[in-house]
């Protein structure tokens, strides 16, 4: 008998190949490929005045050096910016090659190609860039004094302005509603900049096919089918004579959402232009400098609240680093807007934000995208109103949240795809209930008297978050069931460890009646489905996992009509079990679901026994009907389409129980709790890992990881060495307790689970650690060096 | 500016491999690329995140780390070598059964590091596990599943060990 597989803790489909040194990720690709590299800016800020490459011409085995005037036009021309917004008034991207200015130490201005990539740098170190540096701006708030400029013609560096406000239920704006509450606080909030950091780079791969003029590329990229549109574009191909396929990728978490990249479109003109297969694999400094970071902002917060706790006005100033250019433009400054009221109702709120241009990395999400930052914001707020009236942080938690009987909730808000922010289910009280029950926080007081009785400092924190996830504009899914009874299911977006072989397989299989082991699953491949999205904003699973069941939904349909054809049954009275389409409650009358493809597919031709049965002498369609009806298609396949009128939000909360050093300052974390709520769970077990690892990622930019610019703009931890990822040893227990609110928005009532780990883990660091110093804690990462000096400052007599 | 190759032979798998590989090139470059073993990976090159870590003599090395020339003579296991024919080792089987692997980039240096690990201490304390996976970065997994994985295959060794006694 076929199990319900859907919302059972399936093993993973793809670890035998990936366990066993079988995948495929970008540079297992091309082994007779040539390899290119780039000279990259030394500089934060200068004028390219030449370059000098005739040195690198006597390297053994270089093939071809291209600077930007080699470029045809449209490469020559700056990418593209990806997603406008009126608000983005000044957007700025990259050419592929600098042509006369870099803007952030990394940026690429030569690209060499060489039989090797060994070689490829001989020729990179020999090739002589004449700068000309210039004053480099470094960090927001220097940007945004407007002394020096990133572009010229970009006055105060400012790129985009935004504000948005919700009046209150009375119609009062925020400033006013602050201005009348019984109590107000104001104070600031940093985030520094981190960086998603997969263990594998970025990486191209390009095959010209000369005699046919066809180009494919393999790119270690969260979106397959929007790389392939940008390089039909750029390279003046029509597209279908362009295909794009992610291999297996060795992690994403956001940065391989951006595209095209430099390399993304100058190494296929290469292999074009060479006739020849063209490969560069990204090493780990060009990721620290020439990819992506996230995450820094600066945040004013003023908040006016009543006698509980409740607030009445929320007024927060944002100003964002976006780097040296826009191309994704101003989604993560958006998300923090819109997803900082977080699971409450807050009076009015009011939230403005300026991103500005700094001779830096360019900025685009990082898994949590934003949210972090928000959360960071909304739950020191809350942490600080408990303070100052001397209430458990969860009584003003409590005291603020939305109710389960007021979904759907509008928060008044456009969110980060142009719709309005509005709550499709949840339940935020049970969420802190369970949780405040999984890590004890009614007793923790007594506790925490007894350590400090024994000479130590414990401290117990909070946060709580709400996720916009799947957002739109669709991803779709195709089914095909071929005559050996085997089932093929293929979505455009792309896979990076996400474990959606695995998931997509469970919904077809649960949908269709059939044994998993009969579905395959190819993700990321524009040869099996061009059209998509990608994988980003926790939007697989929602997206694509619906859109698969549609499609599953269709073939099923069209087999019952079939089968019923076959069994001169009537269709409602059939239903499918291991893969046998049969009268329900009659075993005995069955069709197998191979059988039925073939009669899907009238045939004039008998390639094998099982086709002979579809042939048109062997009486498989009535003569006084066309063999296809009107309206059919041959073939016992289908395609669905999932385009959601909104998002959906997932929700969780997070707490911590931490130990400090009274000596070192080192920050230890004992305890940690997710309570979580993603809808229904396509694989359980898939969902908990996804939640380990984002917790991880965030523990790492709670205490660890940050990107350290000095202020010419050189980036001083370029390297693992440097910038420090946590280990087995630095990451904590993750207990978790799930919620299941379903989506009502989705057939599958599911909601988006990818970055939902990462992002409270700041805000409850900050929380459990300002409760063991009882010093306010305002900027994240930190680090033991920090809140030493912290200690001083507040003149703790051990600190000196 | 042709460079001088050197001639190796190096036990990869159990397999002699002969290769002329120039001084300069790294072991991971040319387990991958001139062996075509690319279930090595590369995630740094200088030797912090442990992708590339293989068996030298059994022992975990780094091979990003170390010239192929320096690994001449030596025997290498590298994860395409773990398996026993179609039958995956103890420890691959433990972290497929715990969900010990997400994207998969990490894996085959956890699984070197791991396959020496158990056979030193085949009975490893939670404490020993930890330290003995903390010199591997994983970005994917926050390590819980992989410390889980690694004391379910020293369960499963344990079994069969009983079960060929
Ligand atoms: S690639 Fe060798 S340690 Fe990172
Ligand atoms: S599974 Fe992706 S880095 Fe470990």
Redesign the pocket.
């Known amino acids: 008998m076929t199990t319900r597989l859907f919302g059972e803790a399936v093993q993973r489909r793809e670890d035998p190949r990936l366990l066993t040194g079988q995948g495929r990720y970008l540079d297992d690709l091309g082994a007779g490929a040539l390899a290119a590299a780039f000279v990259r800016s030394p500089h934060a800020h200068a004028a390219v005045r030449d370059v000098d490459v005739s040195d690198a011409l006597d390297v053994d085995g270089l093939v071809a050096i291209y600077t930007w005037e080699d470029l045809p036009e449209r490469l020559a021309q700056p990418l593209p910016l990806l997603i406008p917004h009126p608000a983005l008034t000044h957007g700025r991207t990259a050419r592929p090659l600098a042509r006369d200015r870099v803007r952030h130490v990394g940026e690429p201005v030569v690209m060499v190609v060489a039989r090797d990539r060994y070689l490829a740098e001989d020729a990179c170190a020999l090739i002589r860039v004449d700068y000309e540096p210039l004053p480099a701006v470094v960090g927001a708030e220097e940007a945004v004094r407007g002394e020096r400029l990133v572009h010229d013609d970009v006055p105060g560096n400012v790129g985009a302005h935004l504000v948005q406000s919700v009046p209150s239920a009375g119609g009062r704006g925020a400033a006013e509603e602050i201005a009348a509450a019984p109590h107000r606080l104001e104070f600031r909030l940093d985030i520094e900049r981190s960086a998603s950091m997969p263990l594998e780079g970025r990486g191209v791969y390009a095959r010209w096919d000369a005699d046919d003029a066809s180009l494919r590329v393999y790119s270690s990229t969260q979106t397959s089918t929007s790389v392939r549109m940008a390089l039909a574009a750029k390279l003046g191909l029509p597209l279908p004579k362009v295909e794009v396929i992610a291999p297996d990728v060795g992690g994403g978490f956001g940065v391989k959402i951006m595209h095209p990249w430099p390399e993304e479109v100058l190494v296929p003109w290469a292999a074009m232009l060479l006739g020849h297969e063209v490969k560069w694999t990204e090493d780990r400094r060009e990721h620290f400098t020439a990819s992506a970071h996230e995450r820094a902002q600066v945040h004013s917060v003023r908040v006016g609240f009543d006698d509980d706790g409740r607030v009445l006005g929320l007024d927060v100033t944002i100003l964002h680093d976006h780097g040296a250019y826009t191309p994704y433009g101003i989604i993560v400054p958006i998300i923090t807007s819109t997803q900082l009221p977080g699971p409450y109702r807050l009076g009015a709120y009011r939230v403005e934000f300026s991103s500005v241009y700094t001779n830096t990395v360019q900025v685009t999400p990082y898994r949590g995208a934003g949210r972090p930052q928000a959360v960071f914001c909304m739950e020191r707020t809350m942490d600080r109103i408990a303070a100052h009236l001397g209430l458990d942080r969860t009584a003003v938690r409590a005291a603020n949240l939305i109710q389960p009987d007021e979904f759907p909730y509008d928060q008044g808000l456009t969110f980060q795809d142009g719709r309005p922010l509005i709550y499709d289910s949840g339940d935020y009280p049970e969420s802190l209930r369970l949780l405040k029950e999984l890590i004890g926080w009614d007793s923790f007081a007594a506790e925490q008297e007894r350590a400090a009785a024994g000479g130590r400092r414990l401290g117990i924190g909070i946060g709580c978050y709400v996720e916009g996830t799947g957002v739109g504009p669709y991803e779709g899914g195709h089914v095909q069931i071929t005559s050996d009874g085997r089932v093929h299911v293929s979505t455009g977006l792309t896979s990076q460890g996400q474990g959606h072989e695995t998931a997509f397989a469970q919904i077809a299989a649960t949908e269709l009646g059939v044994p998993l082991e009969r579905v395959s699953v190819v993700t990321g491949d524009t040869r099996r489905f061009g059209y998509a999205v990608g994988t980003f904003a926790s939007r697989a699973a929602v997206m694509s996992g619906n859109a698969i069941a549609l499609a599953c939904r269709k073939v099923r349909e069209k087999a019952l009509r079939i089968a019923a054809d076959a069994l001169e049954a009537d269709p409602g009275d059939l239903e499918i079990t291991d893969g046998l389409v049969h009268v329900a409650g009659v075993p005995g009358a069955s069709v197998p679901l191979a059988t039925v493809a073939v009669l899907a597919n009238p045939l004039r031709y008998a390639f094998d026994d099982e086709a002979a049965r579809a042939t048109q002498f062997a009486g498989a369609s009535p003569p006084d009907r066309p063999p296809v009806a009107e309206g059919e298609e041959p073939g016992l396949e289908g395609r669905g389409y999932y385009s959601p009128i909104r998002s959906t939000f997932a929700s969780g909360m997070h707490a911590a129980i931490v130990e400090t050093d009274p000596l070192t300052a080192e920050i230890r974390i004992l305890r940690y709790a997710v309570v979580h709520d993603c809808g229904n769970l396509v694989n359980p077990m898939i969902v908990e890992g996804q939640i380990h690892g984002g917790v991880a990622q965030g523990v790492g930019g709670a205490l660890y990881e940050r990107m350290v610019y000095d202020e010419h703009g050189q980036l001083l931890n370029a390297s693992f060495m440097d910038f420090l990822m946590p280990y087995a040893t630095e990451v904590p227990h993750v207990e978790t307790a799930h919620l299941q609110t379903p989506s009502p928005l989705n057939p599958l009532g599911i909601k988006g689970a990818g970055e939902a780990g990462v992002i409270p883990v700041s805000a409850v660091i900050a929380s459990a650690v300002e409760d063991a110093e009882g010093i306010p804690i305002t900027k994240m990462p930190i680090s033991p060096s920090e809140l030493f000096d912290l200690r001083r400052a507040a003149g703790d007599p051990r600190a000196s | 500016m042709g460079e001088t190759a050197h001639e190796i032979a190096l036990t990869v798998n159990g397999v002699v491999r002969r290769t002329r590989v120039p001084g300069r090139r790294l072991l991971?470059d040319c387990l991958r690329h001139d062996l075509g073993l690319t279930g090595t990976h590369?995630?740094?090159?200088?030797?912090?995140?442990?992708?590339?870590t293989v068996l030298m003599d059994g022992e975990p090395v780094?091979?990003?780390?170390m010239f192929a020339v320096t690994a001449d003579g030596h025997e290498i296991t590298t994860v395409e070598g773990l398996a026993d024919g179609a039958r995956m080792s103890p420890v691959q089987r433990a972290f497929a059964e715990c969900h010990g692997l997400q994207c998969g980039f990490c894996t085959p240096g956890f699984l070197c590091t791991v396959t020496a690990l158990l056979r030193e201490n085949p009975a490893p304390t939670a404490e020993e596990v930890l330290e003995g996976v903390s010199g591997n970065l994983c970005r994917c997994t926050g390590y819980q599943n992989i410390v889980k994985a690694v004391h379910r295959a020293a369960e499963i060794m344990a079994e069969e060990r009983v079960e060929e006694a």
Request: with cysteine; proline share 0%.
């Open positions: 991971s590369v995630g740094c090159e200088h030797g912090v995140c442990g992708c590339c780094r091979s990003c780390l």
